[in-house]
């Protein structure tokens, strides 16, 4: 099994800073790797795949860069509504994992 | 687009079937995961089956006690939960997997439906 490991475990920003979330894989995924969004009371939400591809409807201020084992999910500017847990994804072998999530809180 | 039912209160030892339909989407061209919130926690995926039902996986945490299935003529998929534990409490998500890339993410979600052991 591949295992994720998300790092920090929480980050506190004000709103016009920069994010920067890392993801950690035991063993290389290549570049299929997600990111996905999770606001409280909510089904999380697609926000970058393949690493570095934006999801419909995500803001140009995500960004995704990273390969084989080490991925990072980048806000350039984070906006009111951007402060959520964020959660990374692989599959192998019809295996799925996430990571245990990072809360981006404002500070 | 994705819609769960079935969620409930069971004893320990119970059984409990849970129901995603799709609509808007050709559903038997996707494959199509469950995954499950424990209060409080992260994502944990449950299970997996691929478009044409012929691939099931499963998490270590329910193998053994969880099927799996679908019916493409109606749009749905089914998740039969035996064998039910206190630690399988939480909000099940049906997820349907991407057209592109062999699948290996998750492009749509359901809202969740609660199941409390």
């Known amino acids: 099994e591949i295992v994720l490991t998300q790092s920090p475990a929480t980050v506190s920003l004000s709103p016009g800073e920069r994010a920067t979330l890392s993801c950690r894989a035991s063993q290389s995924v290549s570049s299929y790797l997600a990111w996905y969004q999770q606001k409280p009371g909510q089904a999380p939400r697609l926000v970058i795949y393949?690493?570095?591809s934006r999801a419909s409807g995500i803001p140009d201020r995500f960004s995704g860069s990273g390969s084989e084992t080490d991925f990072t999910l980048t806000i350039s500017r984070v906006e009111p509504e951007d402060f959520a847990i964020y959660y990374c994804?692989?599959?192998?072998?019809?295996?799925?994992?996430f990571g245990q999530g990072t809360k981006l809180e404002m500070k | 687009q994705l819609l769960e039912s079935g969620g409930a209160l069971v004893h320990p030892g119970g059984s409990l079937r849970l129901s995603c339909a799709g609509a808007?989407?050709?559903?038997?061209?996707?494959?199509m995961s469950w995954v499950r919130q424990a209060p409080g926690r992260g994502l944990e995926w449950v299970s997996a089956i691929s478009a044409g039902a012929t691939i099931t996986s499963y998490a270590d945490s329910v193998k053994g006690r969880f099927s799996v299935s679908r019916d493409n003529s109606k749009s749905r998929f089914y998740l039969q939960m035996d064998s039910l534990r206190p630690d399988d409490t939480g909000i099940y998500y049906c997820?349907?997997?991407?057209?592109?890339?062999?699948?290996?993410?998750?492009?749509?979600w359901g809202q969740g439906t609660l199941v409390t052991v």
């Open positions: 997820a349907r997997a991407s057209i592109i890339y062999d699948g290996y993410f998750f492009d749509s």
């Open positions: 808007g989407f050709d559903f038997g061209a996707r494959a």
């Open positions: 994804q692989q599959r192998r072998n019809w295996m799925y994992t």
């Open positions: 393949d690493g570095v």
